[in-house]
């Protein structure tokens, strides 16, 4: 490459051209490993466009190859930027969106990961919890900062909808910018393997093999370690977001305890995100959690609801005004601290009136729920919820106190002869689910006044309370 051409990368970068240097530099560096200016502007370049770690490794492929070839070190200019550069890229790391409330142990446990991934120790981290509780906003707080730090990101989620459709989450991350920008290294045996879940490859690469079909352990296997190279081909250390796992298909399991063990050395970060309801024993996920422990290969981190403290800072942000004491308690109990009903109802500015109202329409039968005047967030969730259920348990009808009964628990205490069909294996549903829960009793109350503050105390996702069910003691 003549000089002239890396005078002219130089003079795009001082204009702030940073594409047009990098379209003209990126596609000739591999042609020109030795010419240390080239790649010294090359690094200036990607670290001015925000990919940081694509520069830090420019930097090393340099370093590397004047080694190779000369035994020679870069040059004090080139040193100074790589230092300049680790500099940037290790600033101390600190919340990016609105500040999190409550949850500073629990980014420090995931930037505790981190670290560890980017010293070579592939792993997940697993944030499980009830919906709404914000296992997602603590994840993305991770990949706002890592972004911003220029290192490699991409993120996909699993749908309900869509929990059988083999492998989509790991199409997604593939056909995310970091990833995508680095299929062109990879041979054409694993292009085409690739090609698979991209058929685009195909179109864009005319002279590509096409795949044959999967007929034998030896083919998927290939598969596999085609897909596990094409992400791990990405600028590292990589991070990676998955979300609600609890609806993952039994594929992109397989695959991820495939690449997590491909080449252990490798410096990524699996951030997956679960509802721990949703994991019962007999999903695939759960079995697949059980194989990874036992690997030391992830990192648990439960998340728990706000305290009433939090739950007021949490709704001051959101309503750009310092909660009183007694507004913070009254929606710490209406919402038990679960952050995003915390966050719709202080922005809907419900009143302890329409409060109420909400406790009425939740006080003795579920098909109202329809009706109640919740946020429509808040109202998708708990229906969400309810949607988990077995079909041919016992109706809520049926788990509910009936009139001059003395206590909510009284559905249970019925001869068996008396009890609906499948009561007990219901409420034992309910209560693994979360959407009952055990607590104490309150003998000082009348019938109907224990149940409605039973619902009252129920807001989120548990609904209503019930003592623990003999089978979950």
Known sequence: ???????????????????????????????RPLDEHLHRVLIEALAGHGRRWEAVEAYERLRDALDDAYAAETEPETSAL?????????????????????????????????????????????????????????????????????????????????????LAPVTEWLRSGAIRQSLSRLADIWLTETARLLPELLAELADLPRPEPITEFGQRQRFFEALARAVLGAPQPLLLLIDDLQWCDH?????????????????????????????????????????????????????????????????????????????????????????????ELASAGLSTETGNKVAEALDYSVPQLATANLPPRMHAVIAGRLAQLSPGRASWQDLLPRSGESSPSISCARPAAARPDGLIEGLDELWQRHVVRAVPQQADLEPRERWRRTVLTSRTTRFATWPTPNSAR
């Open 82 to 166: 790589y230092r300049r550069l680790l500099a940037g890229v290790q600033k101390p790391p600190g919340p990016s969106m609105q500040p999190l409330v409550g949850r500073q142990q629990e980014w420090k446990r995931l930037l505790s990961a981190w670290q560890r991934a980017s010293r070579g120790e592939s792993h997940l981290f697993l944030i499980s919890g009830e919906a709404g509780i914000g296992k997602t906003r603590l994840a993305e707080e991770l990949l706002a900062w890592a972004d911003q730090q220029g290192i490699a990101t991409a993120r996909t989620r699993s749908y309900g909808a869509e929990g059988s459709l083999a």
């Open 1 to 31: 490459m003549p000089l002239s051409q890396a005078l002219l990368g130089s003079k795009l970068l001082a204009q702030g051209e940073l594409e047009a240097a990098l379209a003209l530099l990126e596609p000739l560096a591999p042609q």
């Open 251 to 343: 594929e992109t399991l397989q695959w991820l305890h495939f690449v997590l063990r491909f080449d252990p050395k490798k410096r990524l970060l699996v951030v997956g995100t679960a509802r721990i309801e949703e994991l019962a024993p007999a999903h695939p996920a759960t079995e697949w959690l059980v194989h990874l422990r036992s690997e030391g290969s992830v990192t648990e981190l439960a998340l728990g609801s706000l305290d009433a403290v939090e739950t007021g800072h949490l709704a001051g942000q959101v309503t750009k005004r310092e909660l009183d004491d007694q507004s913070a308690l009254r929606l710490y109990r209406e919402t038990e601290g679960n952050p995003l009903f915390v966050v």
